[in-house]
T-cell receptor, first 113, second 111 residues
């Protein structure tokens, strides 16, 4: 979607296993974000990146880590998946803060059993 | 598709009528606002934006109104169509900080 793709689209994993979600963009945008979306909570920011190797925590970062070794890729890792991390995860990007909105990927539905 | 909100407020409108979706934003210093549309199973999509130096902005069938006095944003959709059925939410930005998203409103278009 508009130069940003997420993989996988769906994943089922077992409690305690590590999981990595990938976000790939082709727009050379500097800023990238990971959100989770749950009923009753809307979009909640997990981690974000302001450039290669420049990442920071959002409001719900516990249990998650990220890496950005290249401009185009932003990886989200659940170090040891728990059932509370069952959610829909969205990646987003923007080229300039406060000037344009975010462009979102299509989402990854993660189920932890 | 994925459920984006089981407890969202819902607005039901007849096809062809106008829709008004409201949003109360939190930060009086926010200077940039966006409305997003999210269809089932998809990511949020940009609809229209407005900056704090404006009160109104029009797009194709959509109008956004900004009332800074009461920190209120509204989205008006003219001649609502079945394809407008989705969750709509607002986002606010404070001079280049990360966007803050509202919880959303589900719009249901009745035939």
């Amino acid at each position: 979607d508009a130069g940003i793709t997420q993989s996988p689209r769906h994943k089922v994993t077992e409690t305690g296993t590590p999981v990595t979600l990938r976000c790939h963009q082709t727009e050379n945008h500097r800023y990238m974000y990971w959100y989770r979306q749950d009923p009753g909570h809307g979009l909640r920011l997990i981690h974000y990146s302001y450039g290669v190797k420049d990442t920071d925590k959002g409001e719900v970062s516990d249990g998650y880590s990220v890496s950005r070794s290249k401009t185009e890729d932003f990886l989200l890792t659940l170090e040891s998946a728990t059932s509370s991390q069952t959610s829909v995860y969205f990646c987003a990007m923007t080229g300039t803060l406060g000037v344009y909105g975010y462009t979102f990927g299509s989402g990854t539905r993660l189920t932890v059993v | 598709g994925e459920s984006v909100g089981l407890h969202l407020p819902t607005l039901s409108v007849q096809e062809g009528d106008n829709s008004i979706i409201n949003c109360a934003y939190s930060n009086s210093a926010s200077d940039y606002f966006i409305w997003y549309k999210q269809e089932s199973g998809k990511g949020p999509q940009f609809i229209i934006d407005i900056r704090s130096n404006m009160d109104k902005r029009q797009g194709q069938r959509v109008t956004v109104l900004l009332n800074k006095t009461v920190k209120h944003l509204s989205l008006q959709i003219a001649a609502t169509q079945p394809g407008d059925s989705a969750v709509y939410f607002c986002a606010e930005n404070n001079y280049g900080q990360n966007f803050v998203f509202g919880p959303g409103t589900r719009l249901s278009v009745l035939p």
